[in-house]
């Protein structure tokens, strides 16, 4: 059975379940036909990436056969090339294939959507002239687009140094820390934090970003149920009793990784419970802001905010620009004594090359106006709009019978599809109506929770909202996904 991500279980009837389970397999097993008759016949569409004579195979694995036989099917659903700003309405770029969508080709057209994917959530990409551009292009005339180098060597700047002080003040930390990647900020300050007979206990759901860091650090690691206070401190209680593995000395620290807003459930973490438990068991704590700083509280400052924890009983607060701040790259706020140590041993400050100064503007913008410091109270429509909404957009995919997952107040807003096929219909039929959704399937979600997952907009009007919703009801009644009225 399938079972919603959150404290709610969402029951699925057995023949859901099925049709789904039915279709993979037969994906698979007239994929592996297929494969079978081109070695056999050398003739298939992927005889070009035969293997040299005396040469192992490089892609033989269950990855290549899922890439080979079932995405490429439907990879017309995911990449899809835009020609303008990813604001409240998008211009998609017309691909068409002419051997099995093995490849794609632009035809020279595009269509105008509404859209409902892109991590837009204070609408800077639709109001940037107006609100950031004077600030942002002046940059230009002092300050280039890359500096060219890591901020060890030639790459630091004032720009940088005012960025990691806004940061450091907007979440109530000591000092801050930049990176020129989202994904790089978790993926290399994990294995600057911890290591050998250490040991990090993660959410089940935690970003990949996080798994991958976690893995690198060569730290032990452990998971919870997702979102739940009362297993990690299961987890927590064995940790602390038993110690290390074979000898049961105790470790040398642990640390609790969660998100603020989980990016494929939008579920809003449960912080108070888990500062609560990590206190009790002396661990630290460690929160991926990147979906809510900006998008939860009443002044955007996240998690901490909106749930009333204090900053400081969080360890480490890590966040990335790309969702509320128009921007990229992301940051770690924390003591000063923990910013010191990363800038000296974490190989996405060492290494990296620096964040474009221009980007830095564009962030610092964001953040001036998020806060009132450019006259106007901008930012706090834009919060409140986002929050409005984000909960009218999922009162109505609840309404309409739809499989809602997440919390109220989330911007991210996914519903369950269940069936490879739904997935890619819905997502044609949302497009031929235009609008832009984003559909995930598996290896990003469990084989059976395929979704489609909005991300909602300040910028977006209720004439908008209206349309959006008439074109998923149409489209879901369409690939008969209105699981909650049928059942």
């Not at 609560?276 to 400052?301: N, P």
């Not at 429509?381 to 957009?393: A, E, F, G, P, T």
């Amino acid at each position: 059975m399938g079972k919603k991500e959150t404290d709610e279980e969402m029951d699925v009837n057995w023949l859901t379940s099925l049709c789904a389970y039915f279709q993979y397999l037969t994906m698979i097993l007239i994929g592996h036909i297929r494969d079978f008759f081109g070695t056999l016949t050398s003739i298939s569409r992927y005889s070009a990436t035969k293997t040299a004579p005396g040469f192992a195979v490089l892609l033989q694995s269950w990855e290549s056969f899922f890439t080979r036989r079932l995405y490429n099917r439907v990879q017309d659903k995911w990449g899809r090339p835009i020609c303008s700003a990813p604001g409240g309405h998008i211009d998609i770029m017309e691909r068409s294939s002419n051997d099995g969508n093995a490849t794609l080709y632009l035809t020279g057209k595009s269509l105008n959507c509404l859209n409902l994917g892109s991590y837009n959530y204070l609408g800077f990409a639709d109001d940037w002239k107006e609100t950031c551009r004077d600030e942002v292009v002046s940059a230009l005339n002092q300050w280039p687009l890359s500096v060219c180098s890591s901020r060890k060597n030639y790459g630091n700047t004032v720009v940088h140094e005012e960025l990691e002080n806004i940061v450091a003040k907007f979440v109530g930390k000591e000092a801050a820390a930049i990176f020129n990647m989202g994904y790089a900020t978790n993926a290399t300050t994990i294995p600057a934090l911890m290591g050998p007979e250490t040991l990090i206990i993660s959410d089940s759901l935690n970003h990949t970003s996080i798994v991958n860091g976690s893995r690198a650090s060569g730290s032990m690691i452990r998971v919870f149920k997702h979102n739940t206070p009362k297993h990690l401190e299961q987890v927590l209680r064995e940790a602390v009793i038993h110690g290390q593995p074979r000898h049961h000395r105790p470790w040398k620290k642990i640390l609790v990784m969660v998100e603020g807003i989980y990016s494929m459930e939008g579920v809003i973490c449960k912080l108070p419970e888990i500062v609560k438990i990590c206190k009790k068991y002396k661990a630290y704590i460690y929160v991926d802001e990147a979906h809510s700083i900006g998008a939860l509280g009443k002044t955007g400052r996240g998690i901490c905010e909106y749930t009333g924890v204090d900053p400081n009983d969080i360890d480490i607060l890590m966040g990335t620009f790309t969702k509320s701040f128009s921007g990229m790259g992301g940051y770690i706020a924390a003591s000063r004594e923990v910013i010191n140590h990363l800038k000296a041993n974490c190989t996405g400050l060492l290494y990296h090359t620096a964040m474009s100064p221009i980007v830095c503007k564009q962030v610092i913008r964001a953040f001036n106006v998020i806060m009132g410091n450019d006259g106007t109270n901008n930012g706090k429509k834009k919060i409140d709009n986002l929050i409005q909404n984000s909960n009218y957009i999922r009162q109505g995919c609840i309404d309409l019978g739809l499989h809602v997952l997440g919390d109220v107040n989330s911007p991210i807003i996914p519903f369950l599809i269940y069936c490879p096929s739904k997935l890619s219909a819905f997502s044609d039929e949302c497009l031929k109506r235009g609008l832009a959704v984003v559909v995930v399937g598996f290896p990003a979600t469990h084989l059976l929770l395929c979704r489609c997952r909005i991300c909602v907009s300040a910028n977006l009007k209720k004439e908008d909202l209206d349309f959006a919703l008439k074109v998923i009801s149409e489209c879901a009644d369409l690939t008969c996904i209105k699981y909650n009225k049928n059942m």
